[in-house]
């Protein structure tokens, strides 16, 4: 091994320690200049009486178009290449500068699978947040987005690191289909495939292309993958067979506008699959009406993850949790 090499798997060991420990994140903010500065201090005043949903973006955007475009802010969390967040993007701004941590169920769950796998993927990875995150943490990183101009920021927040793949597409049950990409009107974290029906009156639509997590994910690598893909989840499954073979831990939403949870009844009916809850505990889900208990809020994105009852990097997360249930 090279010593650049050993240098880099030193400084991965320490991170995952890191964040292994049980303290809170480590934050550093920067700023593209001054006047970026002055419009984050006048959002976060903003956000202060923000008392539904959509003022956080209309604050966003409404400021935006005051102040250059090109403004951002810089979040760098526990050693982690700095996520440069647009200062007129309404939901980055909410997520990641005025929250005081960003889904810290995915973190344990990346903090917990590192020291047993080398591969994360990041499937529907939006601008680059845990991809940034977990290039510290993993050997490898695949990222893959299939909206265009989110791509480029994903690109531009982690093209330039030597362990991450980026990659342009749609994860889908079978590579190389073309299919039709909504981009949702100010909500590009809710951009989609069109699945059927009109993508709306105010969204646009690009072609993309397809890939599946079986085509991304080298065989024989039990990697950890978070799933992002807005109501295109069992398709995704359906095109994971021989990764979740491989002992791949898929991480995946419940909606909770969602009653039915059609995508956690799927999984729930393979016999060979175990499926987890990570909000506050990892805690085995084995009923519909456990994961319906869950959903208290309609407009939020439950964190769930599965994999085959038999794959190694499952229990090994599992166990390292003192609050987990088997």
Aim: glycine share 6%; net charge neutral; with cysteine.
């Amino acid at each position: 091994m090279s010593d650049s090499a050993m240098q880099t798997s030193s400084n991965r060991q320490a991170v995952q320690e890191q964040a292994a420990s049980a303290g809170p994140e480590i934050r550093t903010l920067t700023f593209s200049g001054p006047g970026a500065r002055l419009q984050y201090a006048i959002l976060m005043a903003l956000f202060h009486v923000a008392f539904n949903r959509s003022l956080f973006g209309i604050f966003a955007r409404g400021l935006g178009r005051v102040f250059p475009a090109d403004n951002a802010a810089l979040i760098g969390i526990d050693g982690a290449p700095p996520f440069r967040v647009s200062l007129n993007d309404g939901y980055w701004t909410r997520f990641a500068l005025w929250h005081e941590k960003y889904e810290p169920e995915v973190a344990r769950l990346l903090t917990a699978a590192a020291p047993n796998s080398d591969l994360f993927c990041d499937l529907g990875a939006n601008k680059g947040y845990w991809t940034l995150r977990a290039s510290t943490l993993f050997k490898q990183v695949i990222a893959v987005e299939a909206a265009a101009e989110t791509f480029e920021a994903l690109k531009a927040n982690a093209g330039h690191l030597p362990n991450v793949t980026l990659e342009r597409a749609a994860i889908h049950a079978q590579s190389g289909q073309r299919m039709t990409f909504v981009n949702v009107a100010n909500s590009h974290a809710s951009s989609r495939l069109l699945t059927g029906g009109a993508p709306g009156e105010k969204n646009t639509t690009e072609i993309v292309y397809t890939r599946s997590i079986d085509d991304l994910v080298p065989a024989g690598q039990p990697a950890l993958i978070k799933l992002d893909v807005e109501g295109a989840e069992l398709s995704a499954f359906a095109g994971a067979t021989r990764a979740l073979r491989d002992g791949a831990v898929i991480i995946y939403e419940e909606h909770g506008n969602d009653p039915t949870c059609a995508v956690t009844r799927h999984l729930l009916e393979q016999p060979d699959l175990r499926v987890y809850s990570c909000e506050d505990a990892f805690q085995r889900l084995t009923s519909v009406a456990a994961v319906r208990a869950l959903k208290t809020d309609r407009f939020k994105g439950y964190n769930l993850f599965a994999a085959k009852a038999d794959s190694p990097l499952l229990n090994s997360i599992v166990q390292v949790s003192p609050h987990s249930a088997n």
